[in-house]
């Protein structure tokens, strides 16, 4: 009898090691499925960020030209660290790359494409978050492919790297 109230606390910890074990390699959080693949891009209104990058509205989305939209922020350390990433994107023949400010100032967001150089052919200003809601962003960055009727093909939550470019973006706007 001794020994099996031994054996308890070990199979619990055997038990409770094995389903951390299961968490950590579920797969990264940016493989998470976006209820909105498959799906028409929701619809927006929204105002450019300011006068110098016209904006954009859902009908741009189904001009026969797949699209990148991306949601970013002057205060967001990861959009900073993908910014490199958007300009090899934006410089590929054939691809619109579209930006959303998410929450943030428009002479802030405007001094970090100063700073960083902007990749973005249009952009449009959600300063209280609410569209960004309807898309099912819960941070920034977080990235959408969209084919040229306006149907949502990929996302992408976090920081886009060189290898995320070609291994999951570009296959999918090249139609792969």
Not at 41 to 57: E, I, Q, S
Not at 60 to 76: E, I, M, Y
Request: glycine fraction near 10%.
């Amino acid at each position: 009898m001794n020994r099996l109230l031994f054996l308890v606390p070990v199979l619990a910890f055997v038990g409770l090691a094995g389903l951390f074990y299961m968490g950590l390699n579920a797969g990264p959080p940016d493989a998470l499925p976006s209820p909105l693949i498959g799906k028409p891009a929701p619809d927006f209104t929204l105002p450019a960020m300011d006068g110098a990058t016209p904006g954009f509205t859902r009908a741009d989305l189904t001009a026969g030209h797949p699209t990148v939209v991306n949601f970013w922020a002057s205060w967001c350390a990861p959009c900073r660290v993908e910014q490199p990433v958007l300009e090899a994107l934006a410089a590929q023949q054939g691809v619109q790359l579209y930006g959303v400010v998410y929450k943030d100032v428009p002479a802030k967001s405007r001094g970090f494409l100063d700073e960083l150089g902007n990749p973005f052919s249009r952009l449009i200003s959600d300063v209280d978050g609410h569209s960004s809601i309807d898309w099912g962003v819960t941070g920034v960055p977080e990235t959408f492919v969209i084919d040229g009727a306006g149907i949502i093909r990929q996302h992408y939550a976090g920081a886009l790297t060189a290898e995320d470019l070609t291994k999951r973006i570009l296959p999918v706007l090249m139609g792969k």
